[in-house]
């Protein structure tokens, strides 16, 4: 008779799937069966088994062996798929900003945002607002409208308008990762994210948190105080700004350059997928 192979690939966060296919193996899953698998995985031991660490290890190995003794056959290395994902992420030594020949210090007047890209850019700034390019219906909010910014930096203000009569889901492209998406697909060469008073009053910069993929153009964050030396020239600050916008588009060149390398070092770990083949008969 023959047999069919399925295959079975189960990521580590996913849990455990109990087969019944050995007449050896008890076929009910009982409520303390699934109380134990929960009190090991969820254990105070494995520190939350994050992607890359030895606990996330150590919780594979657990998983491929409640399938082993569940009758599955283990597939690849006893069960465990590896791959590469990233871990640590820090800044480098060749962080630096520029603008009108003062330069500004890492971590205390500016930082680079965590998904940015490591890269050189020198270009004029322009202010785009929130970033915003909504349409909904007859309502739209388009920072971008008569405003060229192709290979020059954008300023952004973090969040989104308070009170605005336009009915617009503001808050699902507010993030920052989508806003920095938006400038690049509209030919940004890089991004400078600035917190309003009414966002953020205290102005901290962001730390380097949970890695993610770069967006292939470089982000910074810098504080209010820098935002206003770009927009000296003009006679502007972020405070006038910040209570303009919230009724109502306002983008404009700000006449001023600026420098900036951005230098992130992401650092590869190595994590698990549990694999195992189970076989039936049709």
């Known amino acids: 008779m023959k047999k069919r192979t399925i295959l079975i690939t189960i990521t580590i966060l996913m849990g455990i799937w109990q087969s019944c296919t050995s007449s050896e193996v008890n076929p009910e899953i009982t409520r303390d069966e699934l109380y134990n698998h929960i009190k090991v995985l969820a254990s105070d031991s494995l520190k939350g088994r994050y992607p890359g660490t030895a606990e996330d290890r150590i919780a594979a190995l657990y998983i491929a062996n409640e399938l082993k003794q569940s009758g599955l056959e283990l597939m690849y290395n006893n069960g465990l798929q590896s791959f590469e994902i990233t871990g640590n992420i820090k800044s480098g030594t060749n962080n630096h900003l520029t603008i009108n020949s003062t330069n500004y210090m890492l971590d205390n007047d500016f930082a680079p945002v965590v998904f940015s890209a490591s890269k050189l850019v020198i270009a004029e700034?322009?202010?785009?607002?929130?970033?915003?390019?909504?349409?909904?219906?007859?309502?739209?909010?388009?920072?971008?409208?008569?405003?060229?910014?192709?290979?020059?930096?954008?300023?952004?203000?973090?969040?989104?308008?308070?009170?605005?009569?336009?009915?617009?889901?503001?808050?699902?492209?507010?993030?920052?990762?989508?806003?920095?998406?938006?400038?690049?697909?509209?030919?940004?060469?890089?991004?400078?994210?600035?917190?309003?008073?009414?966002?953020?009053?205290?102005?901290?910069?962001?730390?380097?948190?949970?890695?993610?993929?770069?967006?292939?153009?470089?982000?910074?964050?810098?504080?209010?105080?820098?935002?206003?030396?770009?927009?000296?020239?003009?006679?502007?600050?972020?405070?006038?700004?910040?209570?303009?916008?919230?009724?109502?588009?306002?983008?404009?060149?700000?006449?001023?350059?600026?420098?900036?390398?951005?230098?992130?070092?992401?650092?590869?770990?190595?994590?698990?997928?549990v694999a195992a083949k189970l076989i039936t008969d049709p």
Do not use: H
């Open 125 to 273: 700034v322009v202010f785009v607002g929130y970033g915003f390019e909504i349409e909904q219906g007859e309502s739209s909010w388009n920072d971008y409208k008569d405003i060229d910014v192709k290979d020059k930096w954008v300023i952004i203000l973090r969040g989104e308008p308070e009170k605005t009569d336009l009915e617009l889901p503001f808050s699902m492209y507010s993030g920052l990762r989508s806003k920095a998406i938006k400038a690049k697909d509209k030919g940004a060469a890089g991004v400078i994210f600035v917190s309003g008073k009414k966002f953020d009053e205290a102005d901290e910069l962001m730390k380097l948190a949970k890695p993610e993929g770069e967006v292939e153009i470089p982000v910074i964050q810098i504080k209010r105080e820098v935002a206003n030396m770009i927009l000296e020239r003009l006679g502007k600050t972020i405070g006038e700004l910040d209570e303009i916008i919230t009724k109502d588009v306002n983008s404009f060149n700000t006449n001023t350059n600026l420098e900036c390398q951005t230098e992130l070092i992401r650092t590869k770990q190595e994590t698990y997928n």
